[in-house]
């Protein structure tokens, strides 16, 4: 009898494993892509940026042609995209790879290449990019993937999130990089290949490195520079983004990620990431003195220290309000992600990197989305600034997160004041007031859920 | 009897049109120029911004000179100008045209040439600048009239509305966009000749075109393109301003425009606005497919309208304060525009376009100017990235247009609180605070009304 | 009796002249340097801003080296630096000036050059560089030690003002505009030589000259000018920041310096001023008319009358503020800056450049913040704007003075209003709540007092 009810449990997760698989399997079948399929509609201009999810060719023209035949007509209709793929290793090669090796022929069914496409040649490149998977995000081969399934990406409205989407589509297509149609190693080598999606904030990538020594030389003189030279020591006065970062031309950027793109707190001196550590003193050693290299990246330590200081007096500071039921409104009182059944049924403000700060995007209380912003904005604003050699750069992000930090604080005490004055009042919870919760995004929400 | 009555409307009726005719006239005769030339004085750069109107040349040298003179005494003097000339068609056409040709050869009434004489020879490109003013304001050819008759560039300070009159001398001169004495068409071919004006908030369109994928080409490789080719398909591999917005090289950039700069919300579906829209895909198909151009088009759609309704939503909310008498200083308690005989005596908050929001630049409530600022800038920074194709651009944008909806919101109900506060006080308005009523615009509006 | 007496003032006065140079020279042989050396520790980076003060070479390598040695080895350890030699004047001297002439030949004791090492050679530009000091700070001579000897970089964590050492460098070293180790005059001509420092906030140099006309120019040609040509008229279409801080290339930016970077109000008119104004007019008309750059400078004299009208007026309310004792927390609430005797016993809020303005970086309450603010930021964008010829820039600037002083006023309304409260219940002081009063230098500033 015994053994008969022991079997309930066992049959219960004998069962579980594949009503998992199939939940997942149907989880991915909707209209969009991800886990959240079903909770998400792409924008038509998806189809340009994830086109092995979603493109479809236009049925304008029929018939299969040759290359010779492609050429014919396009240097009429689109002549300037010739007139690059002439320019390219591609036309050049002893037997040139045509339009059909990239798109098909069958102009009814022609297709946008995706990175497997480009792979069936270029293989070592291909293999360096999806090797990165095993580093986790931030990198470029799952940005895509970790876009589309982010409970904040999937809630928005999608015309205001198309930004993500178009950037995080590097890791479904390879012309993020190399511009279609000359697909020049030359050009991903200067910084503007990367600073397309790697500017503003919160990743200012772009202007910390073009206000540093590097960006600065860049700039004066780059022009001038014979970018067909591969990306090894004395070849450049200064380097770009790839010279760092892509070493040698590796399609790879995930394996010497030290301070995980400035987002959560790291130890740089555990046994791994000395080992990192080295690999860039290395790197800086092509130039500059292996002891300039270890003082300078010394300073990013120091810098790093003291914002995360600054974010952690933050941080604490709102889960001793979590604590005693202060954040208006609170987890619960304001709509659940569409996406998350989890949210809906356990509602839970996230405070900080490890409880997911990032969805703390919008649809949270006032001082919420203030701890946010000076962790996304100011933070990585000095984070970017240290790490590229911006100096004024970290003094304004600094600044920023001094003046993030007084405000908090502020807005902290008032909040303690006004829950104290309604507890005394007859213990009335606090009116949780209009920010974040009537926004558009809130009222998009509610309807949708 | 009776007619003798009727007589005196008709004889109003036709005394009122010479005496308006006189009015304007009168109007028109102060130092300023345009309709409230009485109350204003330029500043002495504006001879060089509207020479047409204000250049005097000074008589330090007396003479009557041939250009061949003007060249020999020049070349010494200010030879940087003459090697541009001597660089420009001018000086290589068949017969050089000469300094006399466009300044007039008495050294002592020298003139500096506006567009009328630039067209005494460049016929078709001045008429498509004339033709502009079919297609109102904004506009090429109206820039310096509607700045001059603004009612807020009458009323505030001279020295901090030159860079108004600087940018609007595009209406006034054609050495904005050709540089002088080289007068050249390559230069005005590359977006600097545009972005000296088109640039920084309201209108970041260098921003958010060096921040596309355009843009970036162009920073990474302009310097080697062959700028002396025409603006046709084929010839650039990225497009720059003036490939878009002056195509084939048409001095008329009013005819194309479908949103109107973002000031104001249009329907992009009436007939009118749909063959708008097929003249912007045909250009996009000079590179891309027609399919995704109008992708891309459709996701501008998308933005606007989720703008807008965020903007509405703030329009809403002031006009109700005004409704119920909430604004404060309200108008009538804070001074008239000097310009305006109207405001002095129908004084009226102008919430929203149609109402003259422009108008909200200085001299209003806190919450109005919150308003106008959410609308000039966070709107129109959003509006010019979705429409250049800088994607971050648009996430911060709408970032921007959520936190101020949520401050104007907050606002908004402060003043409600207050309001009612003081109703139950015994009515008395709420003091209206500093906040714009005691800026230096309004103690110079007040020592000049 | 009595001239024994009066001997006591005599003695004392004499000994004191010893004591004096006595406690000088202690004060400086702290671990930092300059007179508050026993007050801070240097950041291992600092060796490389000020060598001659920090840098010790490792002892990597060992023996006495010939330059062909040295040569022999780098090509392979570090070639770029190698080929910048190559492409220098040093190597291309009819007898090359090798490393050791800079850098000593005893590997174990190589030294970082200084000016004074540059100088040996190019005694010129040395000269005038030192030239410098007669004219005070703002100057490039006195970067450094200024920087240093201010109580806010002695007093704030060395991780965040590594960026005033960096760029206050200028003064210690030559590669600040020279760049390693081809030490180009021709690349000091470019402005990149000189944005490096002079960007972002407080000092837009970078964003106010690409903005003006000639910014413009320069970004579209400049890469086709040719640089070996020296800074005389007619040899370049626009200027850089050299060729009109540098004119002809003399190493003195000091002399002709008007507005003092805009940090405190002077009045343009004095005889000594208008001879200065007469150089910058003279320097103009390279290329324009004296009349057109006396209008432009005019406007610039009207600019900065209406900014410190506007900051006049904040000064006045927060010296009202401080009289009748309602700056919270007022000095003597917050800890003194520890490199500051005077600061302990004699606490005082200075407001206002004469009084020490640049002390409110931070420690202070709220509102002197925020004049801070006005003062630093927006103040010197709206000077950079007009003196560089950015129009759209002023008005951006004023705008921003004008909301700083709107919201400075009110806060000041807010300050007298709590005052008053309090005063009648008792006369308790206002409580200073936590702003700039918790933060993390005032934590610091508290641990090591």
């Known amino acids: 009898m015994r053994t008969r009810y022991l079997l309930i449990p066992v049959v219960a997760t004998l069962l579980a494993v594949p009503l998992g698989y199939a939940w997942v399997d149907w989880s991915r079948s909707g209209p969009g892509s991800g886990l959240y399929s079903h909770a998400w509609t792409p924008e038509p201009a998806q189809a340009y940026w994830d086109p092995a999810s979603f493109y479809t060719a236009p049925d304008t023209v029929a018939g299969v042609f040759a290359g010779a035949q492609c050429i014919a007509c396009h240097d009429a209709a689109t002549p300037g995209i010739v007139a690059d793929w002439r320019a390219s290793g591609h036309a050049r090669a002893a037997t040139p790879v045509m339009c059909p090796a990239c798109h098909g022929d069958d102009h009814q069914v022609l297709h946008l290449p995706d990175p497997a496409v480009c792979g069936g040649c270029h293989d070592q490149q291909h293999g360096e990019f999806l090797d990165e998977a095993r580093y986790g995000f931030p990198s470029h081969v799952l940005a895509m993937e970790r876009a589309v399934e ?148 010394g300073e990013l330590d120091g810098e790093r220290k003291r914002a995360w200081r600054k974010l952690g007096a933050a941080e604490r500071t709102l889960k001793a309000l979590r604590g005693d039921d202060l954040l208006h409104p609170g987890p619960g009182e304001r709509p659940a992600y569409p996406a998350s059944l989890w949210d809906r049924y356990f509602p839970r403000a996230r405070i900080g990197f490890y409880e997911g700060q990032a969805s703390a995007f919008y649809n949270v209380s006032g001082i919420e989305r203030d701890y946010f912003e000076m962790w996304y904005f100011a933070n990585l604003g000095a984070y970017k600034a240290a790490a590229h050699g911006d100096a004024a750069g970290v003094t304004r992000g600094h600044a920023a997160l001094d003046r993030d930090l007084a405000a908090l604080t502020a807005r902290a005490a008032e909040l303690r004041a006004a829950g104290t004055a309604e507890r005394s009042a007859g213990g009335r919870r606090a009116d949780p007031g209009t920010l974040w919760l009537d926004g558009p995004y809130t009222e998009y929400n509610r309807a949708n859920d």
């Open 150 to 297: 982010a409970p904040h990406f999937v809630a928005k409205p999608k015309a205001e999130v198309q930004a993500c989407a178009q950037c995080h589509s590097v890791a479904t297509k390879c012309d993020s990089c190399h511009t279609r149609h000359r697909f020049s190693a030359a050009e991903a080598r200067r910084p503007e290949a990367c600073i397309t999606c790697h500017s503003g904030p919160p990743h200012p990538d772009d202007a910390t490195y073009f206000a540093s020594a590097h960006g600065q030389l860049y700039l004066a003189e780059g022009a001038e520079w014979d970018w067909s030279k591969p990306l090894v020591k004395g070849n450049y006065k200064a380097p770009t983004c790839a010279y760092c970062h892509m070493e040698r031309g590796r399609h790879q950027v995930a394996d010497k990620a030290l301070w995980k793109f400035g987002v959560l707190e790291i130890n740089p001196n555990t046994s791994a990431n000395r080992v990192l550590r080295a690999r860039w003193v290395e790197l800086c050693a092509d130039c500059h003195p292996r002891e300039q290299a270890a003082a300078w990246l």
